[in-house]
């Protein structure tokens, strides 16, 4: 496999303070209102925000921008989403001068009082928050939007140092005294601190083999701490992660379904980021991270049931081979990509229960952790 030695942390590169993101909105502000007061057209510049602006180095870790960049410039065509850029800094800046926090849905409805500039659907306000977020070089929690959806549940060898929102003493959260239940990382996880004494992190795609673990104890068997992505990681549980990553020096080991999707979509942006979000990759990956399995070797090894690949699957992979960075990096992901389409297969995590249930704590994962030869970078 191609050797990574992927750049520390630069703790000194942490998010931007409040008052320094209300002043880059107070200084785009003042760029728009001298060009009109100048009599000129206003402009607004950002990041484009796709793969074929980024370039992937193993040394560094993680997708970095190239410096392509598009502009919204303010005419006939274009006053709608140009107006919609403007009011929707002005609501950022009272929420972050406010401390306060609205989701991407909150917005959504805030904009229904903007009569003519109002979003019509949920992707146009999102979109709009995405250039904004580009503009400012800053992640949208800093701006004051936070996403719906759970930053990921965690259980196993760890404690979180959060603190009392009310009295500002320290809270110390077992992350092995949930029961069956677990820890649900908060939106915001840079004022946490951690203890831990596991050998690994295992991130597992789905909530089912998450719940299978806790639920038989596999942390304790395996001392590691089990954290279930959901899906695509979001941006918190992605930053939870890579800070347990750096600043506990744990590996960190990827268990998602034998797929497409879960290789160029969930395991890629963990590791690497995204094309979309090239601006904040350097906080939000985890650049140390290996994929364990599913891989497409996996399914004859063991022999499990499948499912056609989807002519979807076959479309991102033939995307992935051309336009991807990190794919066309590694031979190793190439040459499991084009196996997986030789044999036009695809499996879940779930498929292991075919042997028996426990099949995966049982057997599954005790020998693909013995040998590292069969991961994939």
């Given at each position: 496999?191609?050797?990574?030695?992927?750049?520390?942390?630069?703790?000194?590169?942490?998010?931007v303070a409040a008052m320094t993101v209300?002043?880059?909105?107070?200084?785009?502000?003042?760029?728009?209102?001298?060009?009109?007061?100048?009599?000129?057209?206003?402009?607004?510049?950002?990041?484009?925000?796709?793969?074929?602006?980024?370039?992937?180095?193993?040394?560094?870790?993680?997708?970095?921008?190239?410096?392509?960049?598009?502009?919204?410039?303010?005419?006939?065509?274009?006053?709608?989403?140009?107006?919609?850029?403007?009011?929707?800094?002005?609501?950022?800046?009272?929420?972050?001068?406010?401390?306060?926090?609205?989701?991407?849905?909150?917005?959504?409805?805030?904009?229904?009082?903007?009569?003519?500039?109002?979003?019509?659907?949920?992707?146009?306000?999102?979109?709009?928050?995405?250039?904004?977020?580009?503009?400012?070089?800053?992640?949208?929690?800093?701006?004051?939007?936070?996403?719906?959806?759970?930053?990921?549940?965690?259980?196993?060898?760890?404690?979180?140092?959060?603190?009392?929102?009310?009295?500002?003493?320290?809270?110390?959260?077992?992350?092995?005294?949930?029961?069956?239940?677990?820890?649900?990382?908060?939106?915001?996880?840079?004022?946490?601190?951690?203890?831990?004494?596991?050998k690994f992190v295992l991130a597992i795609?789905?909530?089912?083999?998450?719940?299978?673990?806790?639920?038989?104890?596999?942390w304790k068997k395996a001392n590691c701490?089990?954290?279930?992505?959901?899906?695509?990681?979001?941006?918190?549980?992605?930053?939870?992660?890579?800070?347990?990553?750096?600043?506990?020096?744990?590996?960190?080991?990827?268990?998602?379904?034998?797929?497409?999707?879960?290789?160029?979509?969930?395991?890629?942006?963990?590791?690497?980021?995204?094309?979309?979000?090239?601006?904040?990759?350097?906080?939000?990956?985890?650049?140390?991270?290996?994929?364990?399995?599913?891989?497409?070797?996996?399914?004859?090894?063991?022999?499990?049931?499948?499912?056609?690949?989807?002519?979807?699957?076959?479309?991102?992979?033939?995307?992935?081979?051309?336009?991807?960075?990190?794919?066309?990096?590694?031979?190793?992901?190439?040459?499991?990509?084009?196996?997986?389409?030789?044999?036009?297969?695809?499996?879940?995590?779930?498929?292991?229960?075919?042997?028996?249930?426990?099949?995966?704590?049982?057997?599954?994962?005790?020998?693909?952790?013995?040998?590292?030869?069969?991961?994939?970078?």
């Amino acid at each position: 496999m191609a050797k990574e030695k992927p750049k520390p942390v630069d703790h000194d590169q942490k998010p931007v303070a409040a008052m320094t993101v209300v002043q880059k909105i107070k200084d785009l502000a003042q760029g728009v209102f001298e060009k009109i007061i100048d009599k000129k057209a206003p402009y607004l510049e950002m990041p484009l925000r796709s793969l074929q602006n980024v370039k992937y180095d193993a040394h560094i870790g993680y997708f970095e921008a190239i410096g392509k960049m598009k502009g919204r410039t303010l005419t006939a065509s274009t006053v709608k989403t140009f107006a919609q850029t403007l009011l929707m800094m002005n609501e950022s800046k009272k929420l972050v001068e406010s401390d306060d926090i609205a989701t991407k849905r909150e917005m959504y409805y805030i904009s229904k009082n903007w009569a003519d500039a109002r979003f019509l659907d949920q992707p146009e306000s999102d979109t709009v928050m995405d250039d904004f977020e580009a503009m400012l070089s800053v992640n949208r929690e800093q701006i004051g939007f936070v996403p719906e959806e759970k930053g990921g549940a965690v259980a196993g060898k760890l404690v979180v140092i959060d603190k009392d929102t009310d009295t500002g003493k320290e809270l110390r959260i077992d992350c092995t005294k949930f029961g069956s239940g677990a820890y649900s990382v908060p939106t915001s996880v840079e004022h946490l601190k951690f203890e831990t004494d596991a050998k690994f992190v295992l991130a597992i795609e789905t909530s089912g083999m998450f719940q299978r673990m806790v639920k038989h104890n596999y942390w304790k068997k395996a001392n590691c701490i089990l954290i279930a992505m959901g899906g695509v990681p979001t941006r918190a549980c992605r930053r939870f992660i890579r800070r347990l990553s750096d600043e506990k020096d744990i590996p960190v080991y990827v268990f998602s379904d034998g797929d497409p999707y879960g290789y160029l979509n969930i395991y890629r942006t963990l590791k690497v980021g995204s094309g979309n979000a090239a601006h904040i990759n350097k906080y939000f990956c985890v650049p140390k991270a290996k994929f364990l399995g599913v891989t497409p070797q996996d399914i004859i090894d063991y022999k499990l049931p499948t499912h056609p690949l989807k002519e979807i699957d076959i479309k991102r992979v033939k995307d992935g081979m051309k336009n991807d960075p990190f794919v066309q990096h590694y031979k190793e992901w190439r040459k499991a990509l084009d196996q997986m389409v030789s044999m036009k297969k695809r499996a879940e995590q779930q498929a292991f229960a075919a042997h028996h249930l426990n099949y995966v704590m049982d057997v599954y994962l005790p020998e693909k952790l013995k040998d590292q030869k069969t991961w994939l970078p």
